[in-house]
């Protein structure tokens, strides 16, 4: 039960930081979510130095890693945003941006995870 706490508030905290990113950075005058976009960059290189500082130090209790990858980056990055973001950009028949959202939020997410990660093990 304190387990499934952990993951309550890191959640919490994550999705409000989701939310205030996505109400400062959206556009929309011309519809691309960058807030969106931030917030999964941004989340995939705090899971990548979290779980990399873990695995690296091993001072990171199964509690803090649970509020902060599962719970924190849990609620901070979105992929329900980014898969409804990208059904706007078809719908509206703007494959340029869906094209260019979809493999960019990839490829940036996956560097960044990697990224997070080697500087843990560098630093």
């Known amino acids: ?56 130090n091993d001072t990171l209790t199964q509690n803090q890693t649970l509020l902060l990858a599962t719970g924190f980056c849990g609620g901070f ?3 329900s945003a980014f898969a409804y973001e990208n059904h706007v950009f078809l719908k509206t028949g703007n494959l340029t941006f869906f094209f260019w959202y979809s493999i960019a939020s990839f ?8 990224f997070g990660m080697y500087m843990v093990k560098t630093y």
């Not at 205030?20 to 931030?38: C, E, Q, V, W």
């Not at 490829?107 to 960044?112: D, I, P, R």
């Open 1 to 56: 039960m304190k387990q499934l706490l952990f993951v309550f508030v890191g959640g919490g905290f994550g999705s409000i930081a989701r939310y205030l990113l996505a109400k400062y950075f959206n556009s929309s005058t011309d519809g691309i979510p960058y807030g969106t976009f931030l917030a999964n960059v941004l989340g995939s290189l705090l899971i990548g130095i979290i779980l990399g500082f873990a695995a690296k």
């Open 77 to 79: 990055t979105t992929f």
């Open 107 to 114: 490829a940036t997410g996956l560097a960044a995870v990697f």
